[in-house]
């Protein structure tokens, strides 16, 4: 089982709609998770990060989180075509080793 | 203006040399760290360094060597023993009580 998973798509949405990124973790202690956005070719930045359970809002960006179900989610509201990107989702465990997902390719279609 | 740089963009190595990527940053931090991506796979952790003149392997670090003699510096070499070394390479940093790590552009390194 990897320890942070993640479906590689690509996950196909409208423009307009919302898109939902999802990923699992295999570590029960992890504490801090982080969602970046990789366009091709570029290097990954940072959308958002998330510690507690529960949900997180950041412009058309939500991070959910549910450590009981070991899920990490991402919503992108009013998806655009500028958000198509792969989306890597990292989980912090144990002595704060960073796993990263192998990443959602994302596509919007206008 | 602050940030990390990695340069060059693009690099080429022949069979049995010795490359090194350079990775530095002007963001005051004391971590840093050193990735690789190929296509279709995550980030995978070559080394990384929480102070000056001390590094640790990551899960990849075979055929690769750092050095950390100032805080802002964190150069990666590829060496010869490293036979597969076609990939993006990405410099990363972050304050070590943070866990946020911020990447440079990186560098692809292609063999010919």
């Known amino acids: 089982q990897k320890e942070v998973e993640q479906n590689s798509g690509p996950l196909s949405v409208p423009e307009g709609a919302i898109a939902s990124l999802n990923c699992t973790y295999s570590?029960?202690?992890?504490?801090?998770f982080f969602w970046y956005r990789q366009y091709s070719g570029k290097s990954p930045e940072l959308i958002m990060s998330i510690y507690s359970n529960g949900d997180k809002e950041d412009g058309r960006f939500t991070a959910q989180l549910n450590k009981a179900s070991q899920y990490v989610s991402l919503l992108i509201r009013d998806s655009q075509p500028s958000d198509s990107a792969t989306y890597l989702c990292a989980v912090v465990g144990g002595y704060q080793k960073v796993t990263f997902g192998t990443g959602t390719k994302l596509q919007v279609i206008p | 203006d602050g940030g990390i740089t990695q340069s060059p963009k693009y690099l080429f190595r022949k069979e049995g040399q010795n490359v090194t990527l350079s990775c530095e940053q002007n963001l005051n931090h004391d971590a840093m760290y050193w990735y690789r991506q190929d296509p279709g796979q995550g980030l995978r952790l070559i080394y990384y360094?929480?102070?000056?003149?001390?590094?640790q392997k990551g899960d990849i670090a075979e055929g690769y060597s750092v050095s950390r003699e100032k805080k802002e510096s964190f150069p990666l070499t590829v060496t010869s023993a490293q036979k597969n070394p076609t990939a993006f390479y990405l410099c990363?940093?972050?304050?070590?009580?943070?866990?946020?790590?911020?990447f440079g552009p990186g560098t692809r390194l292609l063999v010919l």
């Open positions: 360094s929480q102070i000056v003149n001390d590094f």
């Open positions: 990363a940093s972050s304050r070590i009580s943070e866990e946020t790590q911020y």
């Open positions: 570590d029960r202690g992890s504490q801090s």
